[in-house]
């Protein structure tokens, strides 16, 4: 799957929480008329959101597609300019560095604060990538990776599930990645991560499900953002290649389908399980990997 040239602030399901904002042209459909209908399921204007490291890519286009959906969204970034992408669209900012606990904490209790102890919906996305062989990895790196991708989705289930027991309803999606069921060389805290965060979704499945809350973890190969497509251009640069070659016999190798996947694809997904009619799943690891892991 990866070469070492795969270095930098990139999640394999997306864009870094800790990367700059960059403006995307997402095209969501789920919720666009007529399907935004309290028959289909899809009518959100009673729920309130908050997406982690919202400021671009997946979570960029999940937050997008709640506010279509006329959901109440908290829009989370590390990144201060993302305020002004809320603006635009229609969410609420909540700054914060989710690698400093105090700071999730914080961000727990703005949301709560903010939306009188009403929060239906958490969308654990933020994330970031750092590649090393394991002997080389920085121990701080590490920590804070986990901190990130783990330890950051725990203390926000902890605060924020139990209003949604009380309410008797709530949807919690941890964005994992394809790397929450596969391994990868060089890629030691996040698949740590991610791996954990499949297990921490299963868990807490098993307690929430009895108060109509689910839990699920979205599993994603490699999607269609401006950092990985920076990427597959120096690739094909450096090899001598297309893009489409790089992309087909480098990055998406093992996958059935060879293509990137979009944001507003996974976006649309999380709508579904948000959905009424996606009560019926809860502790899955979904797997939108284009048949990567049939193998």
Same mark, same amino acid.
């Given at each position: 799957m990866g070469?070492?040239e795969l270095m930098?602030a990139q999640?394999?399901?997306g864009?870094?929480a800790?990367?700059?904002?960059l403006?995307?042209d997402?095209?969501?459909s789920?919720?666009g008329?007529?399907?935004t209908t309290?028959?289909s399921?899809?009518d959100?204007s009673?729920r309130?959101?908050?997406?982690?490291g919202?400021?671009?890519?997946?979570?960029?286009?999940?937050a997008?597609?709640f506010v279509?959906c006329?959901a109440?969204?908290?829009?989370?970034?590390?990144n201060?300019a993302?305020?002004?992408?809320?603006s635009a669209?229609?969410?609420?900012f909540l700054?914060?560095?989710?690698a400093?606990?105090?700071a999730v904490r914080?961000?727990?209790?703005a949301?709560l604060e903010k939306?009188?102890?009403?929060i239906?919906?958490l969308?654990?996305n933020?994330?970031f990538?750092?590649?090393?062989m394991?002997?080389?990895?920085?121990e701080?790196?590490?920590i804070?990776?986990?901190?990130?991708m783990?330890i950051?989705p725990f203390?926000?289930?902890?605060?924020?599930l139990?209003?949604?027991?009380q309410?008797?309803?709530?949807?919690?999606?941890?964005?994992a990645?394809i790397h929450?069921?596969v391994?990868? /060389?060089?890629?030691?805290a996040y698949i &740590? *991560?991610?791996?954990?965060?499949l =297990?921490? $979704?299963r868990?807490?499945?098993?307690?929430a499900?009895p108060?109509?809350?689910?839990v699920n973890?979205l599993c994603?190969?490699?999607v269609?953002?401006p950092?990985?497509e920076k990427?597959?251009?120096d690739q094909?640069?450096?090899?001598?290649?297309?893009t489409?070659?790089?992309?087909?016999?480098i990055?998406?190798e093992?996958?059935?389908?060879k293509r990137?996947?979009e944001?507003s694809?996974?976006?649309?997904?999380?709508?579904y399980l948000?959905s009424? /009619?996606?009560?019926i799943?809860t502790? &899955? *690891?979904?797997?939108?990997?284009l =048949?990567? $892991?049939?193998r």
């Amino acid at each position: 799957m990866g070469l070492m040239e795969l270095m930098g602030a990139q999640t394999a399901h997306g864009v870094s929480a800790r990367s700059r904002s960059l403006t995307l042209d997402v095209t969501l459909s789920t919720c666009g008329e007529p399907q935004t209908t309290k028959d289909s399921g899809m009518d959100f204007s009673t729920r309130t959101v908050l997406v982690t490291g919202a400021g671009s890519g997946i979570g960029r286009a999940i937050a997008e597609t709640f506010v279509r959906c006329k959901a109440r969204v908290f829009l989370h970034d590390i990144n201060p300019a993302a305020e002004k992408l809320a603006s635009a669209i229609g969410a609420e900012f909540l700054p914060g560095d989710l690698a400093d606990a105090e700071a999730v904490r914080r961000l727990a209790s703005a949301v709560l604060e903010k939306s009188g102890g009403k929060i239906d919906i958490l969308v654990n996305n933020a994330g970031f990538q750092h590649i090393a062989m394991v002997e080389e990895f920085p121990e701080e790196t590490f920590i804070t990776m986990i901190q990130v991708m783990l330890i950051a989705p725990f203390q926000l289930i902890r605060a924020l599930l139990p209003p949604m027991k009380q309410s008797g309803w709530g949807r919690i999606i941890n964005v994992a990645s394809i790397h929450a069921v596969v391994a990868s /060389p060089f890629k030691s805290a996040y698949i &740590s *991560a991610k791996h954990g965060l499949l =297990g921490l $979704t299963r868990c807490v499945a098993l307690e929430a499900a009895p108060f109509g809350v689910t839990v699920n973890a979205l599993c994603p190969a490699y999607v269609r953002t401006p950092l990985v497509e920076k990427q597959i251009a120096d690739q094909a640069r450096e090899h001598g290649l297309t893009t489409d070659e790089v992309v087909q016999k480098i990055m998406l190798e093992p996958a059935a389908i060879k293509r990137l996947i979009e944001p507003s694809e996974v976006a649309d997904f999380v709508v579904y399980l948000c959905s009424e /009619p996606g009560a019926i799943i809860t502790g &899955s *690891a979904q797997m939108l990997d284009l =048949g990567w $892991t049939t193998r």
